[in-house]
């Protein structure tokens, strides 16, 4: 898009990757807590693409959605990587989920049900579904966390900031892989519609839950049980 002299139509461009940028952020929200705004997130985007739009050479024979994607993402990141957003206590009952989960599946030969995994934590149903609401699901493949430390570092340096914690190249090791796969063919059925839904297909919380019919939240608490299932799992790997 360009302009009646020849240059390039920012205020068009930037129109016309505005849903882009939503996209992104709606689809970071399910790894965030409910702390986050989207909006927030949406605001920072906007930045990474204007600057996306400065940095851009075609000659870099990149597709411009591909370097904005890249510059969106880094510069929400960046953000959430100054306001370290989860907090001491989330971390902890993120791990106390998982824990317990271990605990049941080790104790009953299967994933345990909502209602197994909130009485071994010793909390009612409904108190175990707000806290999945509130520390959320990490992202999947990020693993490293699993062989280090939790208290001198970050959540997003442990989970994002690491560059040898690309997902792809932590997906290059075959065992991981195969570990992986098993473990997520082992989650309850409708917990698998999630995580496909959501990592092959691209879908975001809300979408999910249109094609669902439930709320946008309980979406949410289905996708972080899910993580702390598989994260449960491969910390055995």
């Not at 050479?57 to 960046?78: H, K, N």
């Not at 953000?79 to 001491?88: F, G, I, K, P, Q």
């Not at 669902?212 to 491969?234: F, P, W, Y």
Request: with cysteine.
């Amino acid at each position: 898009m360009y302009t009646a002299k020849g240059q390039l139509d920012r205020n068009a461009l930037i129109k016309q990757y505005q849903p882009l940028v939503r996209r992104l952020a709606h689809h970071m929200m399910a790894k965030l807590p409910a702390s986050v705004e989207v909006d927030d997130l949406i605001q920072v985007g906007l930045i990474g693409l204007s600057d996306a739009l400065t940095r851009y050479e075609a000659s870099q024979g990149v597709q411009f959605e591909t370097f904005a994607t890249q510059r969106i993402r880094g510069a929400m990141l960046d953000e959430l990587r100054e306001n370290d957003w989860m907090s001491r206590g989330s971390r902890k009952s993120q791990k106390d989920i998982e824990v317990a989960m271990r605990r049941l599946e080790h104790r009953l030969g299967r994933s345990p049900a909502e209602s197994e995994i909130a009485a071994e934590l010793g909390i009612s149903l409904v108190d175990y579904q707000s806290l999945l609401g509130k520390v959320r699901g990490t992202q999947l493949v990020y693993l490293e966390d699993m062989s280090r430390g939790e208290d001198d570092d970050t959540f997003l340096d442990r989970h994002v900031a690491d560059s040898s914690a690309d997902p792809l190249n932590m997906l290059r090791d075959q065992r991981l892989r195969q570990s992986l796969v098993t473990a997520i063919k082992g989650l309850p059925e409708r917990e698998q519609y999630i995580m496909s839904m959501y990592y092959e297909q691209d879908m975001n919380l809300k979408e999910i839950a249109a094609v669902l019919d439930v709320t946008e939240s309980r979406i949410c608490q289905l996708h972080s049980q899910s993580i702390a299932r598989l994260r449960a799992k491969m910390r055995s790997h």
